[in-house]
């Protein structure tokens, strides 16, 4: 998979605009819903772990341009 960092960083920009809206619902509505808190969890491993093999392909990437 090979994603653009204009289109991650309008994904990222999307997500964070829906979550920042997700949160007024969240706190009047769904803070008693445990399969709420059980979404949100599976969603911030989620991001965490993509976040994270992001960096990872681009320091391989940086290390790689600069091996001689």
């Known amino acids: 998979m090979n994603l ?3 289109h991650l ?3 990222h920009l999307a997500a964070m605009v829906a979550w920042a809206l997700l949160a007024i619902p969240t ?3 769904w803070h008693d819903s ?3 808190v ?3 969890s599976v969603y911030a ?3 965490a772990h993509f976040s994270a093999w992001q960096g990872t392909r681009a ?3 940086t290390n790689s341009e600069g091996a001689p």
């Open 34 to 36: 445990i399969l709420w």
């Open 9 to 11: 960083r309008r994904l």
């Open 59 to 61: 320091e391989s990437a």
């Open 4 to 6: 653009s960092v204009d």
């Open 45 to 47: 491993n989620f991001a």
């Open 38 to 40: 059980a979404g949100i």
């Open 27 to 29: 706190v009047i509505w």
